[in-house]
């Protein structure tokens, strides 16, 4: 792993830099804005494809000590560095693997009757009380317990509760980025009712956007993920997160391309004056969207040879994006040079919204082909 942002290796063709500073103060600035509830990290899929074992070591390191992630096998890669660390796992508790999960200390999010007593009866098993998250179902529809399953586990079966260490009630919302949105204030009181239900036990309610819901939505725990890596919580709102990904290609090729020619798979996009096009060493493999391709007409996302802007024209290919530099001195745009095409200027939002897709896609694509730097302050 290389922490130093100025050592790029010669072969590396787009390098992705990972401001771990940035990342820390996004979780500080989260934790701060949750009040007295503590601040998760939600680090599942790879940490949003920024690398699940550095993201989670950064977190712990600005004294994060509860994470989320999606799967076993992520949660024991999380173990294996963070011996102290909570760790919660989304998916729930997989048939038959409740030893998996003791193993190495793990808490399943229990999302069903079967889980809870599955998780009961393995307790009895061991003649131990394990700690496990019970997640409800306030009305997303995806996983966790209903009302009915509630009202089972608080009457007839309320003895399972005996048996393991219920360390969360959580639920999930479905429309946390849109503030106004009145499926918030009906999963709050939905979560409330629910679980007054339960044992007492530490809730958590919010992801990235419940955080800036309101104090209401804080409960005891705060599970951001996305806020964290600098992408948009809510949205229609300006994002007051610092951006921690910077994707930079290096330019392989430049071209001269006469008016009237056209670039790149379709010829869908032909120059409308001469122009200098540079060949950039990053397409849709290394999780540069096909999406943000720009036919004649559409203008395309601005990648930046130092503050000078440099469209996209025509369609990103697998490995390839065509960008036009004609506007910028040759010696500046020429082959080596390196074009910054997400980052500060053009962020993760600007490049989704045109793409027709969301921060998280874009980031949990951002390719294995890209090296990757971890950086401590990359301006
Ligand atoms: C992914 C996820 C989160 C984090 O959501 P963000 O919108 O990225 O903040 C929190 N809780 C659950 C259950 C999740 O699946």
């Known amino acids: 792993m290389i922490r130093d942002a100025h050592t790029i290796p010669p072969d590396a063709r787009a390098v992705l830099t990972i401001d771990l500073s940035a990342l820390r103060a996004n979780w500080r600035a989260l934790n701060v804005a949750s009040g007295k509830a503590e601040c998760a990290g939600v680090i599942k899929a790879d940490a949003y494809g920024l690398g699940i074992d550095e993201i989670a070591h950064a977190l712990a390191a600005e004294g994060c000590c ?88 608080a009457g007839p079966e309320r003895a ?49 956007g419940g955080v800036f819901l309101g104090p209401d939505f804080h409960f005891d725990l705060v599970r951001p993920g996305i806020a964290l890596y600098g992408g948009r919580a809510l949205e229609g709102h300006p994002n007051p997160m610092r951006w921690v990904v910077r994707l930079q290609a290096r330019i392989l090729q430049i071209r001269h391309v006469a008016a009237g020619e056209s670039i790149g798979y379709g010829a869908t996009f032909q120059a409308g004056r001469d122009s200098r096009v540079a060949t950039l060493a990053c397409g849709y493999a290394d999780g540069f969207l096909r999406a943000l391709s ?41 082959r080596g040079a390196w074009v910054e095409v997400l980052g500060a200027r053009t962020t993760i939002d600007d ?28 301006t």
């Open 294 to 334: 720009s036919p004649t007409g559409h203008p395309g996302p601005v990648g930046h040879i130092g503050e000078q802007p440099v469209p996209v024209v025509g369609r990103v290919s697998m490995d390839l994006i065509t960008v036009d530099v004609t506007d910028v001195p040759e010696r500046e745009a020429c």
């Open 160 to 208: 399972l509760f005996a048996k393991f260490d219920l360390a969360l009630v959580m639920s999930h919302l479905a429309c946390a980025d849109v503030p106004g949105h009145p499926m918030n204030a009906a999963q709050l009181a939905r979560f409330q009712a629910l679980r007054a239900m339960l044992p007492p036990a530490p809730a958590s309610l919010a992801n990235s």
């Open 66 to 153: 509860t994470f989320f992630v999606a799967t076993l096998t992520e949660a024991r890669i999380v173990r294996m560095a963070n011996p102290g660390a909570r760790i919660f796992v989304l998916d729930g508790l997989l048939p038959g693997a409740a030893p998996s999960y003791t193993g190495f200390d793990l808490c399943p999010c229990l999302s069903s009757l079967e889980e809870v007593r599955e998780w009961a009866a393995w307790c009895d098993a061991t003649g131990r009380r394990l700690r496990a998250a019970i997640h409800l179902d306030t009305g997303m529809h995806r996983l966790g317990l209903s009302r009915a399953d509630v009202e089972q586990l």
């Open 351 to 378: 490049l989704t919204d045109r793409a027709g897709t969301i921060g998280y896609e874009l980031l949990t694509r951002l390719g294995r082909r890209v090296h990757r730097i971890y950086a401590e302050g990359t």
